[in-house]
């Protein structure tokens, strides 16, 4: 397993770092409130234009993501995915010569379009090589890269602003092109570094492969699985409220009388906080096996947040909006980064819906789907926090907590109907009838030669799988 886990998840992460790097680095040069490093002005926006600007995003992302998973099964994921980094670093590298409001929006757009692949690509990718009781950790793993970024996008925008009016360019756009050539750069080493799926790995024996062999399933299932649906909203619960806080710590930052420099770098201890406890509640998830009860002891907190001052997360958001002090301002980022990047546990939602979807074409359209879905609510997060609002921003701390009620309640109907079905299996009423012998099972759930055809068949409906809560 060390094996694997060396071939797949560094290089995994180093991309899913630059993604998350690439697509939240507007937050870190384009500023509505102060104008961080004057990109707003350079580029005659408006207020609303630039929450256009961060909005379009989101659509092309939402809406390339399940036919990129398609395309990932049909395609080598080492030409796919490089194929795709390879692209989204030349959009990031021409966002920053840009020269005006609609080329910026086109940018944003074509960013989106090529990013959509990789985390849901990868997530498939990852299911597909590990076992269900070790999948979690590894997707906790890869997405701490997102939480990374967070910490090195500051650090790298505080540094690079030093080459403000080099060539004739400001620090903006210098910001985007040296981040967007790093992803291209990645993305062709790519070509060679990424593992195609273990029945052709060369890095493993032939009998290695055989014991992470894959299984072959029907799309149309997942697209009739209750799961997939309930999932996506799960998802949107997480992802919303993560979203906002990538795209507006620097703005929060800045609000409590921090300037660009010093607000970016200050973002770096509250990232570096975020990948530390993703990976610690990834690894307890995984040790355990309980990702629904962790999502409910999660998702608990958050609701209590809403109504009890006492608790962990109420004071976080108490304190952002209420305080007049920057360093108990800055003290309540802290608050936040654990309710969104840990309690909003995108990667082990992810995890404990692909833990539960049975076949790789299904699992694939199942993370897709979640996970777009998701995505697409990164657009509502890109303009709840409006210049108007400030510096109480009700309507986006309203919506953000509405999110986390529509989590909390998917996840309960989720964690229910998963364990009354493991618990009709248990009781016999799933069995299918095998052979000739009708006392093995009931008619209405089908007849198959061999348990082996039943299993194959079915994927997760069949009788004897049961569903990780």
């Known amino acids: 397993m060390r094996k694997i886990d060396i071939a797949l998840i560094p290089w995994l992460s180093l991309l899913y770092l630059l993604s998350f790097l690439d697509r939240t680095s507007i937050g870190n040069v384009l500023n509505r409130f102060s104008q961080l490093y004057h990109m707003v002005d350079d580029l005659h926006m408006s207020d609303n234009q630039y929450l256009i600007s961060l909005t379009v995003f989101f659509f092309s992302y939402a809406i390339f993501e399940v036919p990129s998973n398609v395309f990932l099964k049909?395609?080598?994921?080492?030409?796919?995915?490089?194929?795709?980094?390879?692209v989204w670093g030349i959009m990031m590298t021409v966002q920053?010569?840009?020269?005006?409001?609609?080329?910026?929006?086109?940018?944003?757009?074509?960013?989106?379009?090529?990013?959509?692949?990789?985390?849901?690509?990868?997530?498939?990718?990852?299911?597909?090589?590990?076992?269900?009781?070790?999948?979690?950790?590894?997707?906790?793993?890869?997405?701490?890269?997102?939480?990374?970024?967070?910490?090195?996008?500051?650090?790298?925008?505080?540094?690079?602003?030093?080459?403000d009016g080099v060539g004739g360019k400001p620090a903006w756009a210098w910001?985007?092109?040296?981040?967007?050539?790093?992803?291209?750069?990645?993305g062709f080493l790519s070509f060679w570094i990424i593992q195609d799926f273990p029945d052709t790995a060369k890095f493993l024996?032939?009998?290695?492969?055989?014991?992470?062999?894959?299984?072959?399933?029907y799309i149309w299932m997942s697209l009739a699985d209750w799961k997939t649906w309930v999932g996506m909203m799960i998802y949107a619960g997480c992802d919303m409220p993560l979203y906002a806080f990538s795209l507006f710590l620097p703005s929060i930052i800045n609000q409590v009388r921090y300037t660009a420099t010093p607000a970016n770098l200050l973002t770096v201890p509250v990232y570096?906080?975020?990948?530390?406890?993703?990976?610690?509640?990834?690894?307890?998830?995984?040790?355990?096996?309980?990702?629904?009860?962790?999502?409910?002891?999660?998702?608990?907190?958050?609701e209590a947040s809403s109504t009890d001052p006492r608790t962990f997360s109420a004071i976080g958001y108490i304190l952002l909006v209420a305080?007049?002090?920057?360093?108990?301002?800055?003290?309540?980022?802290?608050?936040?980064?654990?309710?969104?990047?840990?309690?909003?546990?995108?990667?082990?939602?992810?995890?404990?819906v692909s833990n539960n979807v049975e076949g790789s074409y299904k699992r694939s359209v199942s993370l897709a789907m979640v996970i777009s879905f998701g995505n697409i609510n990164g657009a509502v997060s890109s303009n709840v926090y409006r210049a108007r609002d400030k510096p109480w921003y009700p309507l986006g701390h309203g919506l953000v907590l509405m999110y986390i009620a529509f989590g909390f309640i998917f996840s309960v109907i989720y964690l229910i109907f998963l364990k009354r079905e493991n618990n009709k299996r248990d009781r016999g009423e799933r069995d299918e009838i095998i052979g000739d012998d009708t006392t093995t099972g009931h008619e209405r759930n089908g007849r198959f030669a061999t348990v082996e055809d039943a299993k194959r068949e079915k994927g997760d409906a069949w009788s004897g799988y049961r569903y990780r809560l």
Do not use: Q
């Open 272 to 302: 570096v906080f975020a990948c530390i406890i993703t990976c610690v509640v990834g690894f307890c998830a995984d040790k355990y096996g309980r990702r629904g009860y962790f999502n409910l002891c999660v998702y608990y907190h958050l």
């Open 74 to 86: 049909r395609l080598r994921p080492s030409i796919w995915l490089s194929f795709l980094m390879l």
């Open 323 to 352: 305080s007049k002090n920057a360093a108990l301002s800055y003290f309540a980022v802290y608050m936040a980064t654990w309710y969104d990047y840990t309690l909003f546990k995108v990667p082990y939602h992810s995890a404990w």
């Open 205 to 217: 024996s032939e009998a290695e492969r055989t014991v992470v062999k894959l299984k072959m399933k």
């Open 175 to 186: 910001i985007f092109i040296l981040e967007g050539l790093a992803t291209v750069l990645a």
């Open 96 to 163: 920053g010569l840009v020269h005006n409001y609609g080329g910026l929006v086109g940018m944003r757009w074509m960013l989106g379009m090529f990013e959509a692949g990789l985390f849901p690509g990868v997530n498939y990718y990852l299911s597909c090589w590990y076992k269900r009781s070790e999948f979690g950790i590894r997707a906790a793993v890869f997405f701490s890269a997102a939480s990374v970024s967070g910490a090195f996008g500051g650090l790298l925008a505080a540094a690079i602003a030093n080459m």
